[in-house]
């Protein structure tokens, strides 16, 4: 390898982009194009480099197997960056194979962390955690360990274990230091500032308070009734029942939570159950009907009993009862949650993520687009959506991806 292509990779190695790309801009061989195609993904020009990169998978013969599958990985991380979740994960699985069978255990360990973040970003946590006990991150350069802690952390914070979660971006911000790469500098210092933002609201006899994540940590492990509006679940430490299937059901017992240890009057529950402005006969069975599947779906945490007024949801064991609800609640939270991280999305990517059809997918967008929340950038196939940054919007609790015994 010749004296400019070892200068271009070193320069890219600590952060200098425009460096690497004068001494290799020119040139249309085989490392020249595969390290352009890098320099333009730091620049932020996705397209160009994954034609890069394409192209110097070309230029090297079939004999230059590590050189090819080094293409393969950075083409895969582009695919990451630019939220093309559909990118083929067989082709990465591959290139990995390749590299570890020639002894290049650094690319090896890397592709299997962008393995990791992959399915970290659609919610599969047991499969990234099942990938993350395989990949030894000692042969990692200080760039990809701090990538490394930060999936490591991103799976402990959707685990909500937040004190592994900050050892592990303490490790991270350690690393990137090591790096001397300012942009992952700031990107390990954004990821740890939000484990001290607000991440929920406490609701509790009338009373409203906002929680941190550890103090979501500690409020779910505690011995209290609660009802998850992040979830859908009614839970008592180890013992949950999902409603997220029946969101009648769940809307019951959040209106009987919020009013615990009084009762919820029968006007309440059916103006927030059923939005029934004017209840007649027909809503009123209706809401019996309800309130006795309930009644028999939370049989084992708490009992409803009817009132005068209305009914009372009273736990078994738990010695109180409170909701736990986004601090900021809006439609299709869920999709905002996703889009908030700042990158460009396809729809289908949203789709993969959130494990829902495309056409809901782009009917919530297009609603989302109408009010000013979201925007479109770009048309057909290559049309992405993105959202400008909103202060204090709570992410993690609204991810996919489970919470502790889901």
Do not use: Y
């Not at 990465?92 to 399915?119: P, S, V």
């Not at 998850?228 to 017992?253: H, W």
């Not at 929340?373 to 290559?382: F, K, S, W």
């Amino acid at each position: 390898m010749d004296s400019l292509i070892v200068a271009a990779a070193q320069a890219l190695a600590s952060g200098d982009v425009l460096g690497a790309l004068k001494r290799v801009a020119l040139r249309d061989d085989g490392p020249a194009l595969a390290l352009r195609g890098i320099a333009m993904a730091q620049l932020g020009d996705l397209v160009r480099a994954k034609a890069l990169l394409k192209s110097a998978a070309r230029a090297f013969s079939p004999r230059e197997a590590v050189a090819r599958a080094r293409c393969i990985v950075a083409e895969a991380e582009i695919a990451l960056v630019s939220r093309d979740l559909g990118w083929p994960e067989k082709a990465l699985e591959t290139a990995r194979a390749a590299l570890e069978k020639h002894g290049d255990r650094i690319n090896a360990a890397h592709a299997r962390n962008l393995q990791i973040r992959r399915l970290l970003l659609i919610g599969h946590l047991d499969e990234a955690e099942r990938l993350l006990t395989k990949l030894d991150p000692s042969p990692l350069p200080p760039a990809a360990r701090a990538s490394h802690e930060l999936a490591v952390a991103g799976i402990a914070v959707r685990r909500l274990r937040i004190e592994p979660a900050r050892a592990a971006l303490t490790r991270a911000a350690e690393a990137a230091r090591k790096a001397a790469i300012p942009a992952l500098v700031v990107e390990v210092e954004d990821a740890a500032r939000i484990l001290d933002e607000p991440a929920a609201r406490l609701i509790a006899k009338g009373n409203e308070r906002l929680l941190s994540l550890d103090k979501v940590e500690a409020l779910l492990a505690s011995d209290t009734l609660v009802v998850d509006a992040c979830r859908n679940v009614v839970r008592n430490g180890a013992d949950i029942i999902s409603l997220a299937s029946r969101p009648v059901l769940f809307a019951l017992a959040r209106v009987l939570a919020e009013a615990a240890p009084a009762g919820a009057p029968r006007a309440l529950l059916l103006s927030r159950a059923f939005r029934a402005r004017h209840a007649d006969e027909s809503h009123r069975a209706r809401l019996r009907v309800e309130v006795g599947r309930l009644r028999a779906a939370l049989e084992p945490l708490a009992e409803i009993s009817a009132t005068t007024e209305g009914f009372v949801l009273t736990p078994r064991q738990a010695q109180d009862v409170v909701v736990l609800a986004p601090s900021v609640e809006v439609e299709n939270a869920p999709l905002l949650a996703l889009l908030s991280d700042g990158e460009s999305w396809s729809s289908s990517a949203l789709s993969i993520a959130l494990s829902a059809s495309p056409r809901t997918v782009q009917r919530a967008l297009d609603a989302l687009a109408a009010i000013g929340m979201v925007q479109r950038v770009g048309n057909g196939r290559a049309c992405r959506w993105m959202m400008p940054p909103v202060v204090g919007f709570p992410t993690t609790l609204l991810l996919p991806g489970p919470l502790p015994s889901d």
